[in-house]
C-alpha cells in the first residue's frame, strides 16, 4: 500500500505540475508567438502562390493575346494572296484566342485582387506580432517580478508564523523572574534576625532565664539555707 500511495502522490504532482505550466503566463505567451509564426508562415505560403498564380495568369493571357495578334496578321495576309478561306479560319482562331484571353485576364484580375487581401494580412500578421513581442517582454517581465514578490511574502509569512522567539524570551524573562524571588526567598530564610528582632529574642530569653532561676531558689529555700559559695583566699 505504501507503494501505491506513493506512485498515486507522484502522478498527483505530475498533473499538478503540468496544470500551473499550462497556466503559466510565460509559457502561454511563447505558444501564443509560436501559434502567430506558424500563422505568417502560412500567410508567406499563400502570398507565394497566390503571386505565383497570378503570374501565370498573366503570362497565358499574354501568349494567348500575341497568338490573335498573329492569327489577325494571318488573315490580313491571306486576304491579300487572294484566300478569303484560310482568312476566315485565321480569324476563327483569333476569336478563340481573344476569347480565352479575355477569360484569363479576368481570371488574373481576381488573383490579383486575392494577392492584394493576402498580402495585407501578412502584414497584418507582422504587425501583430512585433506587438505581441514587446508586449510578451513586458508581461514576462511583470510576472517574474510578481513571483519574486510573491515567493518574499510567503517568505515572510511563513517566517512569521513560524517564529517563536518572542514567547520564548516570554517565557524565559518569566522563569528568570520566578528564580530571582526563589533566591530572595532563600536569602531572607537563612539571614539573620535583623538587630530589633534579636534584641526582642534576647530579652525574652534573659526573662524565661530569670524566671527559671527565681523557681529554682525558691525549691532550695524551701529545703533548707542554700550554701554560699566558697571564697577563694
Request: proline content about 3%; hydrophobic content about 45%; glycine content about 4%.
Amino acid at each position: 500500500m505504501g507503494v501505491i500511495s506513493r506512485i498515486n502522490e507522484l502522478l498527483l504532482a505530475n498533473a499538478h505540475h503540468a496544470i500551473d505550466q499550462a497556466e503559466n503566463p510565460e509559457v502561454m505567451l511563447k505558444q501564443v508567438i509560436r501559434d502567430m509564426d506558424r500563422n505568417i508562415y502560412e500567410a508567406r505560403v499563400a502570398v507565394v502562390s497566390a503571386v505565383a498564380g497570378e503570374k501565370q495568369l498573366a503570362a497565358q493571357a499574354k501568349h494567348h493575346r500575341c497568338v490573335a495578334n498573329d492569327m489577325e496578321r494571318g488573315a490580313e495576309s491571306a486576304l491579300n494572296a487572294g484566300r478569303e478561306d484560310l482568312a476566315r479560319q485565321a480569324l476563327a482562331r483569333k476569336v478563340d484566342h481573344d476569347r480565352i484571353a479575355a477569360d484569363l485576364e479576368r481570371s488574373q484580375a481576381g488573383a490579383s485582387e486575392i494577392c492584394t487581401r493576402v498580402k495585407a494580412q501578412l502584414d497584418m500578421l507582422l504587425a501583430k506580432r512585433a506587438d505581441a513581442c514587446r508586449r510578451k517582454d513586458v508581461l514576462i517581465a511583470r510576472q517574474r517580478a510578481a513571483e519574486a514578490r510573491s515567493r518574499v511574502s510567503r517568505s515572510l509569512a511563513a517566517a512569521t508564523i513560524g517564529d517563536t522567539s518572542g514567547d520564548k524570551l516570554a517565557r524565559m524573562q518569566q522563569r528568570v523572574v520566578e528564580m530571582e524571588a526563589e533566591a530572595a526567598a532563600v536569602t531572607e530564610v537563612l539571614e539573620e534576625p535583623k538587630q530589633p528582632e534579636k534584641d526582642i529574642a534576647d530579652i525574652e530569653t534573659a526573662a524565661q532565664v530569670d524566671d527559671a532561676l527565681a523557681a529554682l531558689k525558691a525549691r532550695l529555700a524551701s529545703r533548707g539555707p542554700v550554701p554560699s559559695a566558697p571564697v577563694n583566699a
